[in-house]
């Protein structure tokens, strides 16, 4: 069971605009920590795509996007690739236990 | 600018351990906590622990407590990750990255392959 819950799967048509959900409590998202997105395709390491929220590092375009409000964060995808089909992670920290990162189990990202 | 560059690959046997070191470029090696991450085939990603590289102080996720050790060698910029008493379950990519601050950006090494297997 992931501290951060993320749907399994979400699917979208390409050049659709598709959203992935990120759900804390109030020891990490809640509690005002960055939340930083991953994008992994297969065979893969996890590439930053979101950090600080809502930055996005050099290279990544500017059809992915990121937010955050109260104990949760989206990722937004506009003009969805097929190209962007992946797995997709959420990332923070979390202050109990000595502090602690923490993650989503992962949305799967497909093209209808 | 920031790189992290990680040992390779690692066949073991059940029962030994691994030692995995992540060595940094390009920034202030004792300016930043590293953590550990590993992902097991077809699996998310899971927090192992931190280790602070200026005082040596270390945080372990209690799954693998009394079964991690963390290090790191300051004046070549190392951090290592040492896992024991290894099982199939340890089976995974293992990541070294370098924390970050507020609004900052972490860094990922490229990963080590640890297969563990009779």
């Known amino acids: 069971q992931s501290v951060l819950t993320q749907p399994p799967s979400v699917s979208g048509a390409p050049g659709q605009r598709v959203t992935i959900s990120c759900t804390g409590s109030s020891s990490n998202i809640g509690a005002g920590y960055d939340v930083n997105w991953y994008q992994q395709l297969p065979g893969t390491a996890p590439k930053l795509l979101i950090y600080g929220n809502s930055n996005r590092p050099s290279g990544v375009p500017d059809r992915f996007s990121g937010s955050k409000s109260g104990t949760s964060a989206s990722l937004a995808i506009t003009g969805f690739q097929a190209e962007d089909e992946a797995d997709y992670y959420c990332?923070?920290?979390?202050?109990?236990?000595?502090?602690?990162?923490?993650f989503g189990g992962g949305t799967k990202l497909t093209v209808l | 600018q920031v790189h992290l560059v990680q040992s390779g690959a690692e066949v073991k046997k059940p029962g030994a351990s691994v030692k995995v070191s992540c060595k940094a470029s390009g920034y202030t090696f004792i300016a930043y906590y590293m953590h550990w991450v590993r992902q097991a085939p077809g699996q998310g990603l899971e927090w192992m622990g931190w280790i602070n590289p200026n005082s040596g102080g270390t945080n372990f996720a209690q799954k693998f407590q009394g079964r991690v050790t963390m290090t790191r060698d300051t004046s070549i910029s190392t951090a290592y990750m040492e896992l024991s008493r290894l099982t199939s379950d340890d089976t995974a990519v293992y990541y070294c990255?370098?924390?970050?601050?507020?609004?900052?950006?972490?860094?990922w090494g490229q990963g080590t392959l640890v297969t563990v297997s009779s």
């Open positions: 990332h923070s920290y979390d202050n109990r236990l000595g502090g602690s990162w923490v």
């Open positions: 990255v370098r924390s970050y601050t507020t609004g900052e950006r972490n860094y």
